[in-house]
């Protein structure tokens, strides 16, 4: 696998960065994920834009303007062997002596990486998956894609523990998002979903959907969702980059409305599908 590390595309294994570094000491950075189908990002320009929020929330200086970072993620796409790729890219505050306070003229780390994306399958989108619910316990500024993921981890573990797949947020009996994905409701034959604000990350696949909803005239509110209302949802999905949209059929070991991905999903699912195709035809942005 070919990344990309300050200015240079290398074999993975070539890649080193200092053990001073500030993501390594302090995780001190922000980062994306970027889906790729058929090499074309998906959604790049709404990706480069989350960054430069989280790059200002983090007081970090943008190194490159938008036209750089399509051409260093077109060549990382490029130089790698998959179709569809999960595009990887982190800044860090850099290499310096440890010491909380801002170290003052260095240079940001800037790394990128992309897999092979495989989303969901057809099995599992007729099965749907199961979650289970933790407090949310992180800070308040989780629209920044921040690189310190500790919280994220501990919650995410807690669905892995239970052998399900995500955890389902809620701060002071309200619904935030998942541990690694924004989550959806259906209630009364209408999509549900939070707000966004300093409690949740601003999802990219949350956009679309939503998006796909208003084009398509299904019905959507965007309010504050009390537990209660989860748990009595008709339908509950996650979304995010690598799982696109994906129903969750168990919350904490109870079935979510009748047990199985409703009709609601069934119809997004295929809008998210159409959209992407028209995305992979599209021609490639320079
Ligand atoms: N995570 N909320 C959190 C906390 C997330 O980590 C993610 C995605 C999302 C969904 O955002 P998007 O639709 O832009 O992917 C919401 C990525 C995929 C990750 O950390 O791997």
Request: charged share 20%; with cysteine.
């Amino acid at each position: 696998m070919t990344c990309y590390l300050n200015g240079e595309f290398k074999p993975i294994e070539e890649a080193c960065v200092s053990v001073l570094d500030r993501g390594f000491i302090f995780g001190d950075g922000v980062y994306e994920v970027i889906p790729v189908y058929s090499r074309h990002p998906f959604r790049l320009d709404e990706h480069l834009k989350r960054l430069q929020h989280s790059l200002d929330g983090a007081r970090l200086a943008n190194p490159y303007a938008a036209g750089q970072w399509h051409d260093l993620i077109h060549r990382l796409i490029d130089a790698n062997p998959w179709s569809d790729q999960s595009v990887y890219l982190q800044l860090t505050r850099g290499v310096a002596k440890r010491d909380h306070a801002f170290p003052p003229g260095i240079p940001p780390t800037v790394f990128m990486m992309t897999n092979e994306l495989v989303p969901p399958g057809e099995a599992l989108k007729r099965t749907g998956v199961a979650a289970v619910t933790a407090v949310d316990n992180r800070w308040a500024r989780c629209d920044l894609k921040a690189t310190s993921l500790l919280p994220n981890v501990l919650l995410r573990q807690l669905a892995v523990d239970a052998g399900a797949v995500e955890t389902v947020l809620l701060r002071e009996g309200f619904l935030t998002e998942g541990a690694a994905s924004n989550i959806f409701l259906v209630r009364a034959g209408a999509i549900v979903a939070p707000p966004k604000g300093h409690l949740m990350l601003p999802g990219i696949t949350y956009d679309v959907v939503l998006e796909l909803a208003r084009e398509n005239e299904i019905p959507c509110e965007i309010r504050e969702i009390s537990e209660f209302e989860v748990r009595t949802a008709e339908e509950l999905w996650l979304t995010s980059s690598t799982r696109e949209v994906l129903p969750i059929t168990r919350l904490d070991g109870q079935p979510v409305g009748a047990g199985r991905p409703g009709p609601m999903f069934a119809r997004m699912n295929a809008h998210y599908q159409a959209y992407k195709n028209l995305v992979m035809r599209a021609p490639k942005a320079s």
